[in-house]
């Protein structure tokens, strides 16, 4: 168990309001980023981080903002919500210490519906 | 672009028999592999991985093969049992694994018969 939570689980909101997804870890690892999973898509990197205050965008990171303040929390923000960005959305920690393998060790995901 | 493909949206074998999984990858640049197993409502889980350097590596019933030239692997689970039905997505990385921002395939999913 890599100690990582998603809040909220599931969300359902309307188009044009803002929504920020929390993912929290209990490990103090360095390494924290956000994906989104859809249908024929598999999963695409939005933001990732590498420490405080140190985040940089990935593959499809339109339309979404990210913030880490604290070594344990990574926030995902989407300023204004769209269809478009209904998905299920994970968080993942990335290990780092010697010899960095490339795992990654998702949380359990947060289902979000833009109606 | 598809940097990382995943041609076969979906896969039935009977319990017993070998699955095999493929990928296939377009950035020569990649240098490690992996494979994640996803389970409905969950999130995914590592399975096995693979570094540029090898051709072959071994965790049990699992295999996973890489072709360099042909830019292909290639997940091997033998024998198969029910509890291996999940999606499998395959993914890669650049840089030794260093940033571990993996880019992912879209997935085949597994179905094994009892």
């Known amino acids: 168990d890599a100690g990582i939570t998603q809040s909220p689980r599931h969300k359902v909101t309307e188009t044009g309001t803002p929504v920020t997804l929390r993912c929290h870890q209990t490990e103090n690892h360095r390494y924290m980023y956000w994906y989104r999973q859809d249908p024929g898509h598999g999963l695409r990197l939005i933001h990732y981080?590498?420490?405080?205050?140190?985040?940089d965008k990935g593959e499809v990171s339109d339309g979404y903002s990210v913030s880490r303040s604290k070594t344990e929390d990574f926030l995902l923000t989407l300023e204004s919500a769209t269809s478009s960005q209904t998905s299920v959305y994970f968080c993942?920690?990335?290990?780092?210490?010697?010899?960095?393998?490339?795992?990654?060790?998702f949380g359990e995901g947060s289902r979000l519906t833009v109606l | 672009d598809q940097q990382v493909k995943q041609n076969s949206p979906s896969l039935s074998v009977q319990e017993g028999r070998i699955s095999i999984l493929n990928c296939d990858y377009t950035?020569?640049?990649?240098?490690?592999f992996l494979w994640y197993k996803k389970y409905p409502a969950e999130g995914p889980t590592f399975l096995i991985s693979?570094?540029?350097?090898?051709d072959k590596n071994e965790d049990g019933r699992f295999t996973v093969f890489l072709n360099k030239s042909a830019k292909h692997l290639s997940l091997h689970i033998v024998p198969s049992q029910p509890g291996d039905s999940a999606v499998y997505f395959c993914?890669?990385?650049?840089?030794?694994?260093?940033?571990?921002?993996?880019?992912f395939g879209t997935g085949t999913l597994l179905a094994v018969q009892p």
């Open positions: 950035n020569s640049m990649f240098d490690y």
């Open positions: 981080s590498y420490g405080v205050k140190d985040t």
């Open positions: 993914a890669a990385s650049e840089g030794g694994g260093a940033t571990n921002k993996l880019i």
């Open positions: 693979i570094s540029s350097i090898k």
């Open positions: 993942a920690i990335g290990f780092s210490s010697g010899m960095l393998t490339g795992e990654l060790f």
